[in-house]
């Protein structure tokens, strides 16, 4: 399995390109299960969780062809309406093609997502949201199977704003001819990117003044070229190294508004943060990291996919910090191996305290997901001396060409490959 050697102590320098949305891109790649028409997908990043998605709709039954970051998906023969868990345990965002499946064939068999390292992640606000469309769900053996004699279209209140959820009831609302209301949806970026393809594909939806999501599905959608949006996650996870390791960077082609919270609590640290509309600079600065207290929620509020890197800037503050992690239960998994590295993080169920140190240490640590997995690459960033980073597999579901990136910023990092003893 591949690592990271990180020869730490450097401030990164210089101007990083920020990639397309990996969660925009995958479900955005699964509406294009709603039309037979060609669909064409520029700014589609170069990510494992992108190709796990590309497999799925091939075995789906479409033909894909992805070059320079575009993808052409084309019908190729009779879709087919279930997945097999191999697929399915990869990712749980595999989940999303139950919404346009049952649209199209009022039947989805698919493996239940399982459990997953950040979180129980059930899908109790999809299914809920599917029966309330007409559907019926039944586990059997792992999988549900969804089904429908007839869709009807619905007002549904979410129990929850959850993103993924969010997407799959409105892509299978896209086809349930009437009006179908979304009440306390998800508000992230992505959501909205989704909603402009499906809106591109002819489909109507559009936020009523109270924040609710209405659609006038239609009998069919047809094929539909579009640029996916920056990775808003991604433009965070580089001001944020750049930041930690005291350097002078500007992160360009991103969405600063999105990024809004996070830019806010960086100024509150301390930061001066120079903002056009398309990019952010994070100029040097060498007065003290003031710790600064964050809650993760839902958009707009502080993303939960930047806490664990926020957490690595926060070990370096000069004072305690809190850290409320809301969104998932089980979301510290990179807090004992910050500590590893010389940070001073005590946790209890929901609520980190970070103390500030002086300096991180340079240590072998092991990434369990892929935001901690960040993290804890920008900890070895920050430490003097080689810091070494295991699994890497899970920062490679979410960042393109990341050492590559790192080391245009003047980084010393490299991926190696301890079984085949090579560099
Ligand atoms: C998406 C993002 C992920 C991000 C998360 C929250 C993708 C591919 N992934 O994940 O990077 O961290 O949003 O911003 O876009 N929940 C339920 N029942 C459900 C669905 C969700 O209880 O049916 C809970 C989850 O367990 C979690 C919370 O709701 O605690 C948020 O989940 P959700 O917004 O659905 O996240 P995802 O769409 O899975």
Redesign the pocket.
């Known amino acids: 399995m591949d690592r990271f050697l990180i020869e730490g102590g450097k401030k990164l320098h210089g101007t990083v390109h920020i990639s397309g949305s990996k969660?925009a891109a995958?479900p955005i790649l699964v509406a294009t299960l709603l039309t037979d028409e060609k669909c064409i997908l520029h700014r589609v990043p170069n990510l494992r969780d992108v190709r796990t998605t590309l497999k799925i709709l091939e075995y789906l039954g479409k033909k894909i062809t992805y070059q320079n970051n575009t993808v052409v998906v084309e019908a190729n023969g009779q879709l087919k309406n279930n997945l097999p868990y191999e697929l399915v345990k990869q990712m749980?965002?595999s989940f999303w093609v139950a919404g346009p499946l049952l649209a199209r064939f009022k039947e989805a068999d698919i493996p239940l997502p399982g459990g997953c390292a950040i979180?129980?992640?059930?899908?109790?606000?999809?299914l809920k949201g599917f029966e309330n469309l007409g559907a019926v769900c039944d586990v059997k053996a792992g999988n549900v199977i969804i089904r429908a004699e007839k869709l009807t279209p619905a007002q549904i209140v979410l129990r929850?704003p959850?993103?993924?959820?969010t997407q799959n009831l409105l892509m299978c609302a896209c086809l349930i001819p009437g009006e179908t209301i979304l009440e306390n949806v998800?508000k992230?970026p992505?959501v909205d990117d989704v909603i402009a393809f499906l809106n591109k594909m002819g489909a109507d939806i559009r936020a009523d003044e109270k924040g609710r999501l209405v659609v006038h599905g239609k009998t069919a959608l047809h094929g539909a070229e579009h640029t996916v949006v920056a990775d808003r996650i991604e433009t965070g996870s580089f001001i944020l190294a750049a930041a930690a390791t005291r350097g002078d960077v500007t992160v360009a082609d991103c969405v600063p508004e999105h990024n809004a919270i996070l830019l806010s609590d960086l100024r509150e640290a301390g930061f001066t943060l120079e903002v056009t509309d398309t990019s952010v600079r994070v100029p040097p600065y060498e007065g003290e990291i003031k710790p600064v207290r964050v809650r993760t929620a839902p958009y707009p509020g502080f993303?939960?996919?930047l806490q664990a890197p926020w957490m690595t800037l926060m070990t370096l503050c000069s004072g305690t910090a809190e850290i409320d992690e809301d969104?998932?239960e089980n979301r510290f998994m990179h807090a004992p191996e910050l500590v590893r590295m010389g940070a001073n993080i005590y946790t209890e169920k929901s609520v980190a305290r970070v103390t500030g140190v002086k300096n991180l240490l340079a240590a072998h640590v092991q990434a369990s997901d892929l935001r901690g997995g960040f993290a804890l690459v920008m900890a070895g960033l920050c430490a003097q001396g080689e810091s070494e980073v295991e699994r890497i597999y899970h920062i490679d579901r979410g960042y393109e060409n990341l050492e590559q990136k790192l080391a245009a910023l003047g980084a010393t990092i490299r991926r190696y490959n301890p079984d085949k003893d090579e560099f």
Do not use: K
């Open positions: 969660n995958l749980r965002a979180g129980v992640r059930p899908v109790d606000i999809h929850f959850s993103v993924g959820a998800a992230e992505e993303a939960t996919d969104i998932f």
